[in-house]
T-cell receptor
Framework: DAGVIQSPRHEVTEMGQEVTLRCKPI?????LFWYRQTMMRGLELLIY????????DSGMPEDRFSAKMPNASFSTLKIQPSEPRDSAVYFC??????????????FGPGTRLTVL | DQQVKQNSPSLSVQEGRISILNCDYT??????FLWYKKYPAEGPTFLIS?????DKNEDGRFTVFLNKSAKHLSLHIVPSQPGDSAVYFC???????????FGAGTRLTVKP
């Protein structure tokens, strides 16, 4: 398997622009997670899906952030409008719900977002 | 609200010696703990885990110890190798095991 795929790997945009980050989970995994890593806050969970349904979005910082999972093989995280403080590395992760209930998530390589 | 803390931002050890990375947590409801390793420009990769019903789990050169009364866990790497140089994250979860909380990470450098 190719692992979790994220695109783009790097994104540089200007404040106020819309940003869309993409993720393809590992085939067969029914949980998908979006994380953000910053120097100040470390690695924090933003939202997660189970069987394409958002389960917990309490980590989404503001209404400017939205996430969708239209099918089992694709998810997006959108920021509109973007702000400089959104600059971070965004990770997508997935896991199988049959892994005994335990939480071995597989992470993608991340998208480094810079908002100027 | 840092429920998982890694108080040492960095650690440097000599090749062949033991590396000990520490992690503390505050939420007594956490019942599953994991260590992830992260190389630059890559996502974290799962290394080893332990359930709260155990106090030790070993996998090759890697051993995780859990002290529930102290709310403390540690990762031992022996012998350490230069390829182990990476950032190590401690993580913990409870209940559904989907809301995983991460520590800030410890950068391990193993010198040849």
């Amino acid at each position: 398997d190719a692992g979790v795929i994220q695109s783009p790997r790097h994104e540089v945009t200007e404040m106020g622009q819309e940003v869309t980050l993409r993720c393809k989970p590992i085939s067969g995994h029914d949980y998908l997670f979006w994380y953000r890593q910053t120097m100040m806050r470390g690695l924090e969970l933003l939202i997660y899906f189970n069987n394409n349904v958002p389960i917990d979005d309490s980590g989404m910082p503001e209404d400017r952030f939205s996430a969708k999972m239209p099918n089992a093989s694709f998810s997006t995280l959108k920021i509109q409008p973007s702000e400089p403080r959104d600059s971070a590395v965004y990770f997508c992760a997935s896991r199988s719900g049959t892994s005994g209930g335990y939480n071995e998530q597989f992470f993608g390589p991340g998208t480094r977002l810079t908002v100027l | 609200d840092q429920q998982v803390k890694q108080n040492s931002p960095s650690l440097s050890v000599q090749e062949g010696r033991i590396s000990i990375l520490n992690c503390d947590y505050t939420n007594s409801m956490f019942d599953y703990f994991l260590w992830y390793k992260k190389y630059p420009a890559e996502g974290p990769t799962f290394l080893i885990s332990i359930s709260s019903i155990k106090d030790k789990n070993e996998d090759g050169r890697f051993t995780v110890f859990l002290n529930k009364s102290a709310k403390h866990l540690s990762l031992h790497i022996v012998p350490s190798q230069p390829g182990d140089s990476a950032v190590y994250f401690c993580a913990a979860s409870a209940y559904t095991h989907n809301d995983m909380r991460f520590g800030a990470g410890t950068r391990l450098t193993v010198k040849p």
